[in-house]
């Protein structure tokens, strides 16, 4: 599951990191989109955002990977 065996050692913190990373990078992009930022697990990486923009409806096995989601910002209505 970890890139890196220092990553490895470091257990559960480490896990927690890459969980509040990908969660921050959702939310930063949902500022700039119109569509839903999903936090998915990842056998490499722990934890990924994906833009819902990217692939439109999500496939089965990615929705089953979900574990947050943040609504899109952009609006066009003022």
Do not use: C, W
């Amino acid at each position: 599951m970890y890139a890196s065996l220092n990553i490895a050692a470091a257990g559960p913190v480490a896990d927690q990191a890459a969980f509040v990373a990908a969660l921050d990078q959702a939310h930063a992009r949902s500022f700039h989109s119109y569509f839903t930022q999903y936090v998915l697990t990842d056998d490499e990486a722990g934890y990924i955002a994906v833009d819902e923009g990217d692939y439109g409806a999500l496939p089965k096995a990615m929705l089953d990977r979900v574990i947050d989601t943040v609504p899109g910002r952009l609006s066009d209505e003022f």
